[in-house]
């Protein structure tokens, strides 16, 4: 059973810098792509970051230059570095993974909160 469990939301100020976690039970390395979504309330989910099982990220526009997804190997992590925060960043963000035969895995959340 995939578990993924994210840590690391909560409030900010703008301009502030937050850093998401997302852990795993067993390798990361067994995922095709990790990455991290968010979905801002009325809004639909929305890709953030992904790391591929090579190596390469993809960003979406807004987060460029300001967010940066990293992974650890050893501790079967998968980072959100954030900074440079601003408002419209407030979302649940959540974590996911996508497994060589198909399977989606998502974390349960977790809320980030950015204040003007």
């Known amino acids: 059973q995939v578990q993924l469990v994210e840590s690391g939301g909560g409030l900010a100020q703008a301009g502030g810098s937050l850093r998401l976690s997302c852990a795993t039970s067993?390798?990361?390395?067994?995922?095709?792509?990790m990455g991290w979504y968010r979905q801002a309330p009325g809004k639909q989910r929305e890709l953030v970051a992904t790391?591929?099982?090579?190596?390469?990220?993809n960003y979406e526009d807004t987060v460029k230059g300001r967010f940066t997804i990293s992974r650890d190997g050893a501790s079967n992590k998968v980072y959100l570095q954030m900074s440079n925060l601003k408002p419209e960043d407030t979302a649940v963000y959540y974590c996911?993974?996508?497994?060589?035969?198909?399977?989606?895995?998502w974390g349960q959340g977790t809320q980030v909160s950015v204040s003007s």
């Open positions: 996911n993974a996508k497994s060589v035969s198909g399977t989606t895995y």
């Open positions: 790391i591929t099982w090579g190596g390469p990220t």
């Open positions: 067993g390798s990361i390395f067994r995922f095709i792509t």
